[in-house]
């Protein structure tokens, strides 16, 4: 990611204006990414991935500062409040996706856990993706 992203005041997940990768039908991949959020402890993240249709697999968000997760989250599920420090948080994404007959994109999608002033997504957060069948 090149720049950082705002979001102010919204629980609404909205597309990442960077982080998007395309898929090919009938393949796997690994999926891998670290995020880097500023955000508040009212405010909070929320994400999900979302793929093509027919998706499936799971992925994990973990934050190590915080000790907050999401385990085995469904593509196009939303993972729910994940709590933030005062300071950069760094989310760490791991999953497996594989996608059905229909090619797209991978994207990540994203908002405050609770709308209160602003959420950044920062420059240098990354989505990575390898092709194992």
Known sequence: KAADETVTTSVTNQADDELTIAVAASSVYIVEGRLYVD???????????????????????????????????????????????????????????RTDVTAGNLALLWAQGTSSGSTIVKANSYLKLTKVS
């Open 39 to 97: 955000s508040t402890a009212t405010a909070d993240f929320r994400m999900q991935l979302d793929g093509p249709a027919g998706v499936t697999g799971t992925y994990d968000v973990a934050d190590v500062a915080s000790i907050s997760s999401s385990a085995g989250t469904a593509y196009g599920t939303d993972t729910g409040s994940l709590a933030c420090a005062a300071a950069t948080d760094s989310f760490i994404i791991n999953g497996i996706i």
